[in-house]
Nanobody, 118 residues
Framework: QVQVVESGGGSVRAGESLTLSCVFS????????MGWYRQVPGKQRKLVAR???????TYHDNVKGRFTISRDNTKKTAYLQMNNLKTEDTALYLCNAGGTLTSPGNTWGVGTQVTVSS
């Protein structure tokens, strides 16, 4: 059974950086597309970034140039490097496993909170 666990969230000031990690448990991590989404209370979950098994990536326009998604197949881990954070980046960040470049799979983590203050 596939599971993912996020870590690395925290409270930072605007302009600072954070790196989120998503550790995958199960077999064949290298064939899974991975993604990061974010959600604020009362709103729908939104795509932040996704990466395929072939390292194709896609980003929401709001994070292009500031966030970078990556994966390390040897560690079964996906990362989200977030630079120049803005207050509007404050959200619960969730990891997703499976799916395609543009669509999520069925496996979700519980999330890690990122809070950006001015």
């Amino acid at each position: 059974q596939v599971q993912v666990v996020e870590s690395g969230g925290g409270s930072v000031r605007a302009g600072e950086s954070l790196t989120l990690s998503c550790v995958f448990s199960g077999v064949a991590f290298d064939i899974y597309a991975m993604g990061w989404y974010r959600q604020v209370p009362g709103k729908q979950r939104k795509l932040v970034a996704r990466i395929t098994r072939n390292y194709q990536t896609t980003y929401h326009d709001n994070v292009k140039g500031r966030f970078t998604i990556s994966r390390d197949n040897t560690k079964k881990t996906a990362y989200l490097q977030m630079n120049n954070l803005k207050t509007e980046d404050t959200a619960l960040y969730l990891c997703n496993a499976g799916g395609t470049l543009t669509s999520p799979g069925n496996t979700w983590g519980v999330g890690t909170q990122v809070t950006v203050s001015s």
